[in-house]
């Protein structure tokens, strides 16, 4: 018995030194590209240009809810008093489309570009990559509009659709599906097609499944603060954890890339060789 349970104990301990080895090589590189502190900067961009973006983009829809607090309601895993917490923080539809201007929106739709911008930035580090040249401002523009795209198709699936279990089970697989295309799709966008496309695939992955940690993790720890929050400082209370919660949608969108790179066998090279070859 102890013979034949060798090859699985070796199996074993090549698995868990495997996983010791990503987990540090994760924190190290992490540390050096300062993931607290851009998580944070995403956080900070996010919700000062483009939430109020997808307010207004989500008003002038005619769908259903209420847009941009429906999608966060979802991602914090909210429900009852703390869902109203969220929708309190934002005007009604009607109200919102009476204050836009044409000037406002364009003006949050380019201090939106910021946000990609942000977003490309780290992810030329994650693969060491100089710089886009300046012309490929475009790149930005697209893959904000396919976050806006996604954030919308989101809010529109975390509708409730009918009592059943088999919509639910739809929806989550669409979701899931959605999500893996659209960063796998943004990290070829946003490094100017300098990475080949399957190398990219494991970062859209663990981005998505890193997702679904943070929302377990909203569920078990944001959800309940929103509602003490609420009570003992009001609103700030409520914008204080969505922040928060944003900082965890910054860690999760570059600690995806990053995990997925490092699983990538020669992405875990300081000069991967896995330039697109035409």
């Given amino acids: 018995m102890a013979v034949d349970g ?3 104990e070796r199996r074993t301990a090549r698995l868990r030194r495997a996983i010791r080895e990503l987990v540090a090589q994760v924190w190290r590189e992490g540390y050096e590209i300062e993931l607290l502190h851009r998580a944070m900067g995403f956080a900070a961009i996010f919700f000062v240009t483009l939430v109020p973006l997808l307010i207004v983009i989500a008003a002038a829809l005619p769908a259903r809810g209420n847009g941009v607090a429906d999608w966060i309601t979802d991602g914090l895993a909210l429900s009852g008093r703390s869902a109203q917490s969220v929708s309190e923080l934002f005007a009604s ?11 406002s929106l364009a003006a949050l739709a380019v201090f939106g570009v910021s946000l990609m911008a942000a977003v490309q930035n ?10 886009a040249a300046w012309h490929a401002l475009w790149r930005q523009v697209l893959g904000l509009a396919g ?3 996604l954030i919308l198709i989101s809010t529109w699936q975390s509708l409730p659709w009918a009592g059943d279990t088999a919509p639910t089970a739809v929806r989550v697989t669409l979701g899931v599906v ?12 946003l490094l100017g097609s300098r990475i080949a496309w399957w190398p990219l695939l494991p970062g ?11 929302r377990v993790f909203s569920y078990l720890f944001f959800a309940p603060l929103i509602v003490s929050n609420a009570v003992s400082y009001g609103a700030v209370g409520t914008v204080l954890i ?14 995806g890339a990053l995990v997925g790179r490092l699983l990538t066998p020669a992405g875990r090279t300081r000069s991967p060789d896995l330039r697109h070859k035409p």
């Fill in 242 to 255: 969505v922040q928060s919660w944003l900082i965890g949608v910054g860690y999760t969108v570059y600690g």
């Fill in 204 to 214: 859209a992955v663990a981005t998505v499944a890193a997702f679904a940690g943070l």
């Fill in 6 to 8: 060798a090859p699985s």
């Fill in 178 to 189: 959605t999500g893996v295309l659209y960063f796998w799709w943004l990290q070829h966008v």
């Fill in 93 to 103: 539809r009607r109200q919102v489309l009476s204050a836009t201007t044409a000037l």
């Fill in 147 to 149: 976050l806006i795209a």
């Fill in 122 to 131: 780290v992810y030329e580090r994650l693969w060491h990559l100089p710089h």
